[in-house]
T-cell receptor, first 111, second 118 residues
Framework: LAKTTQPISMDSYEGQEVNITCSHN???????ITWYQQFPSQGPRFIIQ???TKVTNEVASLFIPADRKSSTLSLPRVSLSDTAVYYC????????????FGSGTRLQVQP | GAVVSQHPSWVICKSGTSVKIECRSL??????MFWYRQFPKQSLMLMAT?????????EQGVEKDKFLINHASLTLSTLTVTSAHPEDSSFYIC??????????????FGPGTRLTVT
């Protein structure tokens, strides 16, 4: 099970782009990279998932280099409501394994 | 997207009593559900994997006799905290996958249940 490492916290201002990088050196061939967002006293919410290169959806982009040993979640033009904890997780392609949460990155967006 | 609900959203109980928390997948069937526990300012810790029609699989250090899990149907798993103590006070979160969705491995999380033991 690949361990993930990400910064404990980050600060940003409204309107800026935020990039959160996660390392997963031992990622396996059949592993996917998934990011979740969690607000206080709520369950985590799926943001984006990818296997390689770049994935983009309506809320974020995920950049994965060729070696897949790291990934970067990019949040364009953050707002105050993006203040949350962001978790990077590695999951296999069976979809049957429980997720192992690391410490996550606490993003604080200032006005 | 798929929805997972939990009931109750919060509960306060006295030491020594038991509390049941329900986790339901509202619009899909979940043969497997997961139970997590989260203490303040900490990450989610997996407690157990709940399998429909069979015994749950508990993580190391989680007492199976204290945290009873029942997954009696494809849409419902329950976690019962027996003989609760103040140290069991935590945020309990369940999750489930829609294994029929071949295009996504997204795990859907419930809103969580805040348990306070006095």
């Amino acid at each position: 099970l690949a361990k993930t490492t990400q910064p404990i916290s980050m600060d940003s201002y409204e309107g800026q782009e935020v990039n959160i990088t996660c390392s997963h050196n031992n990622i396996a061939t059949n592993d996917y990279i998934t990011w979740y967002q969690q607000f206080p006293s709520q369950g985590p919410r799926f943001i984006i998932q990818g296997y390689k290169t770049k994935v983009t959806n309506e809320v974020a982009s995920l950049f994965i280099p060729a070696d897949r040993k790291s990934s970067t979640l990019s949040l364009p033009r953050v707002s105050l409501s993006d203040t949350a904890v962001y978790y990077c997780l590695v999951d296999d392609d069976t979809g049957r394994r429980a997720l192992t949460f690391g410490s996550g990155t606490r993003l604080q967006v200032q006005p | 997207g798929a929805v997972v609900s939990q009931h109750p959203s919060w509960v306060i109980c006295k030491s020594g009593t038991s509390v049941k928390i329900e986790c339901r997948s509202l619009d899909f069937q979940a043969t497997t559900m997961f139970w997590y526990r989260q203490f303040p300012k900490q990450s989610l810790m997996l407690m157990a994997t709940s399998n429909e029609g069979s015994k749950a699989t508990y993580e190391q250090g989680v007492e199976k006799d204290k945290f009873l899990i029942n997954h009696a149907s494809l849409t419902l798993s329950t976690l019962t905290v027996t003989s609760a103590h103040p140290e069991d006070s935590s945020f309990y979160i369940c999750s489930a996958r829609n294994f029929l969705d071949r295009e996504s491995y997204e795990q859907y999380f419930g809103p969580g249940t805040r348990l306070t033991v006095t």
